[in-house]
């Protein structure tokens, strides 16, 4: 694996962008990752753990996903069980709980219902944000709290709309504000469908 000399985006942003990146370099970060994402779930894996600490930048600021150490595969039948359910986008659905609690998905926390490739992009919604604000979403309570919120509210851009440290609230497009919706919709099944038709 070559050598990401810039670390991971958490740490560039921990250290420089505290209020988080502006949205052109978060566009650039977020093609590389979907770019990605779309790669590993094409060859039937989840990496259920998308976040800013797992994604890789070099010094010539290529982007790379890291850390598969709690990623599965469609085709492990230690995982994943056979699913009931012909509106999930695979024939099997992963039922123990794996990745950390602010960006888990509903699905993952309520993990005895199931759950699939969406899991992953409920997470790289929550990356999105984590990138624009400097943290994710209910990062201010305990993971517990931060989980059962999750379950039991649906998500909305302005929920995590943080003002900066001078007061002022940064402003995002509308593409991306529609971008990170789709991603933290409950049921995100058109979320390729929409991003491709958006390029």
């Known amino acids: ?28 970060v977020l093609k590389h990752t979907l770019n990605a994402l779309s790669y590993l779930h094409a060859q039937g894996h989840l990496h259920r753990d998308i976040k800013a600490g797992n994604i890789l930048i070099d010094s010539n600021g290529s982007v790379k996903l890291a850390d598969f150490g709690v990623s599965a595969s469609i085709y492990d039948s230690a995982t994943c069980h056979p699913s009931s359910s012909s509106s999930s986008s695979s024939s099997s659905l992963f039922t123990d709980v794996a990745g950390t609690p602010y960006w888990m998905a509903p699905k993952v926390i309520h993990s005895h219902t199931g759950y699939s490739f969406k899991a992953d992009i409920w997470s790289f919604g ?3 944000l984590e990138l624009a604000h400097g943290r994710p979403p209910l990062s201010h309570l305990p993971p517990t709290k931060s989980m059962m919120l999750k379950i039991t509210k649906r998500f909305r851009f302005s929920d995590f709309d943080y003002k900066c440290g001078n007061g002022t609230r940064k402003k995002f497009s509308k593409a991306f504000k529609d971008m990170v919706a789709s991603c933290l919709d409950q049921d995100p099944s058109s979320f390729w469908l929409g991003i491709f038709e958006r390029e």
């Open 126 to 128: 929550i990356t999105a």
């Open 1 to 28: 694996m070559p050598f990401m000399a810039a670390g991971s985006l958490q740490s560039i942003i921990s250290h420089s962008f505290p209020n988080g990146l502006p949205e052109p370099a978060i566009a650039t």
